[in-house]
C-alpha cells in the first residue's frame, strides 16, 4: 500500500486510487480507515466522491452519525443515487422513517431504481402514511411489472 499512498498524495482529483486506500484501510481497520477518508475529505472537501468513501467508511466503523453527515454532505454537493440511498438506510436504522423515506424518494429520482422505490413504500408505511406508501407500491409494481408481497 505504500505505492498507493504516494499515487494518493500526488494526485490532482479524488479518484480510484483514493477509492481503493480507503477500502483497503477500511477492510483491514475500519477507524484507520474513516481516518485516511477523513484526510481526504480535508483536501477534497467539494468532491462527493471523497464524502461517500468517509461515509462508507464510517458506517463500516459503525459510526452512524459520522456516516450520515457525509453521506448528506455529499448531496449537497451533488445529487448522488447511491449517497442518497444510503442515508435512507441509516435513517431507517436510526428508526427516523420519515426521512427514511425521503431520502429513498431522492435516490430513485436520482437514478437508483426500483429498489429505491421498495424501500421508499415500506419507510413510508412505518412513518404512518399508507397513501404515499400505497402511491409507492404502485409505482414499483408498474416499474418491475411484478405484484407487491411484503
Not at 110 to 130: I, M, V, W
Amino acid at each position: 500500500m505504500p505505492w498507493l499512498r504516494v499515487a494518493c498524495r500526488f494526485a490532482p482529483r479524488f479518484g480510484e486510487a483514493h477509492r481503493l486506500l480507503v477500502a483497503r484501510t477500511t477492510a483491514a481497520d475500519p477507524m484507520k480507515g474513516m481516518a485516511e477518508a477523513r484526510r481526504w475529505t480535508t483536501r477534497f472537501d467539494s468532491d462527493s466522491d471523497a464524502w461517500v468513501a468517509l461515509g462508507t467508511a464510517c458506517r463500516a466503523a459503525y459510526r452512524t452519525h459520522d456516516a450520515l453527515v457525509a453521506f448528506e454532505r455529499a448531496l449537497q454537493i451533488e445529487e448522488r443515487p447511491d449517497a442518497a440511498f444510503a442515508a435512507g438506510l441509516l435513517y431507517r436504522m436510526k428508526q427516523d422513517h420519515a426521512t427514511a423515506g425521503a431520502r429513498f424518494a431522492r435516490a430513485y429520482a436520482a437514478g437508483y431504481g426500483a429498489e429505491a422505490l421498495r424501500e421508499n413504500a415500506r419507510a413510508l408505511k412505518a412513518a404512518g402514511d399508507p397513501a404515499a406508501a400505497a402511491e409507492a407500491i404502485r409505482l414499483w409494481e408498474r416499474e418491475t411489472g411484478k405484484a407487491w408481497a411484503d
